[in-house]
């Protein structure tokens, strides 16, 4: 199974742009990456999913270099709302997610 | 309308005492799960199921068991409490789909199982 690693905790103000970067150098050709998001006394909530390049949605950006070895979720002009952890998880989709492992997360702190 | 629901939110027992969390899905998934997360915030898979297998994480006791009466519920029965079950558990959903597909988890709200 694919590792990540992620920083532990970021700190950003709000309206900033914030960048979460998440390392899987074992990443398998049929691998995806998936972030997720959890706020306290909540289940997590699924963010944005993607194989290479670049995939946008109206929550957030993911950048995947070619070799797919990292990804850098990108939330733009946060707010004070988007203080939460966020999960980044690597694994072949076509199990679902039996395999799929949530890491530590970020903890992302979005002060005033 | 909740797409993932679990009773109760809140759970309070004591030790040796046998207990049950349900979870219910109005999504039409075919595949359920059960997370704890522990005290350090880790989200630890603990069983998943659809109607055609069930797969189980080798570190979870047999105090644990997952019981499924259709596609619809994943009920979760925990044997013989012990204080280190105290924990978040967090049941979600999703659909199985091949390269390509977007596949989202969808969560419950969770239980917070507290052993006394």
């Known amino acids: 199974l694919a590792k990540t690693t992620q920083p532990i905790s970021m700190d950003s103000y709000e309206g900033q742009e914030v960048n979460i970067t998440c390392s899987h150098n074992?990443?398998?050709?049929?691998?995806?990456i998936t972030w997720y998001q959890q706020f306290p006394s909540q289940g997590p909530r699924f963010i944005i999913q993607g194989y290479k390049t670049k995939v946008t949605n109206e929550v957030a950006s993911l950048f995947i270099p070619a070799d797919r070895k990292s990804s850098t979720l990108s939330l733009p002009r946060v707010s004070l709302s988007d203080t939460a952890v966020y999960y980044c998880l690597v694994g072949d989709m076509n199990s679902g997610y039996s395999t799929l492992t949530f890491g530590k997360g970020t903890m992302l702190l979005v002060s005033p | 309308d909740t797409a993932v629901s679990q009773t109760p939110k809140y759970l309070v027992t004591q030790m040796g005492n046998d207990k049950s969390i349900k979870c219910e899905q109005n999504l039409g998934h075919d595949t359920m799960y059960w997370y704890k997360q522990d005290s350090k915030k880790f989200l630890k898979i603990m069983f998943s199921y659809n109607n055609k297998e069930l797969i189980i994480n080798e570190t979870v006791p047999n105090r644990f068991s997952p019981k499924s009466p259709d596609k619809a519920h994943l009920n979760l029965h925990i044997n013989s409490l012990e204080l280190g079950d105290s924990a978040v558990y967090f049941c979600?959903?999703?659909?199985?789909?091949?390269?390509?597909?977007?596949?989202?988890?969808?969560f419950g709200q969770g239980t917070r199982l507290t052993v006394v």
């Open positions: 979600a959903s999703s659909q199985e789909g091949g390269l390509g597909m977007n596949t989202e988890a969808f």
């Open positions: 074992n990443i398998a050709t049929n691998d995806y």
